[in-house]
């Protein structure tokens, strides 16, 4: 199809990330909110301050995916970077796993939920994904609520992963499957409010 692009949405369009995007970056990833659930690669710490400078080095590791992709979420209007989004199927090109983070301000706009949809639309339409794989803590309701919006159902839980203010949490994984993404969710865009 002419003129065809899978990261063009109503709202928001996925985009590869560029050095200028690092203080957009910089600014969401630190936002208090984001606590625990920035989904930034691993070697950056999930609860410590990050400087100007590892924002610049979180951006670079994205630019330089090898087995999927992590892309800017931005907002058509004023083309401000809210957001990024990723997949990666480094272990397996059948189940990717995919996550989409949303800078607080601007959740409950819908614009995750748009970004999760060209996510997981490029992944069963454009790619050989037969399942798609995602993650959360335990104590991240809004998360399992944005996963399960989309048909997300939980396969299983890592037992005290990890402590939040002293108190063991697990890591819930979830999957969803090409055939229920095709039956209820494709060629859908928009929706009310998401939780990313």
Do not use: C
Request: glycine share 12%.
């Amino acid at each position: 199809m002419d003129g065809f692009d899978p990261f063009t949405g109503t709202d928001v369009l996925l985009r590869a990330f560029e050095p200028g995007d690092a203080q957009a970056v910089h600014e969401h990833l630190n936002d208090p909110a984001l606590r625990g659930r920035r989904y930034a690669p691993d070697r950056f710490p999930g609860d410590m301050p990050l400087t100007a400078a590892q924002a610049e080095k979180i951006v670079e590791a994205w630019q330089g995916t090898e087995h999927g992709f992590a892309l800017a979420v931005v907002l058509r209007q004023t083309g401000a970077v809210i957001g990024h989004a990723s997949a990666d199927w480094g272990w397996e090109v059948l189940a990717p796993w995919a996550d989409v983070v949303i800078a607080p301000h601007y959740q409950r706009m819908g614009y995750g939920t748009q970004a999760a949809r060209l996510v997981l639309a490029y992944l069963f339409e454009q790619t050989p994904a037969h399942i798609v794989i995602g993650g959360w803590a335990s104590w991240n309701d809004p998360a399992a609520a944005f996963a399960q919006s989309f048909g997300f159902e939980t396969h299983g839980a890592m037992r005290r992963a990890g402590l939040r203010d002293g108190a063991p949490y697990d890591f819930v994984t979830a999957a969803l499957p090409r055939a229920e993404w095709a039956t209820s969710h494709a060629g859908s865009e928009g929706g009310d409010g998401d939780a990313a």
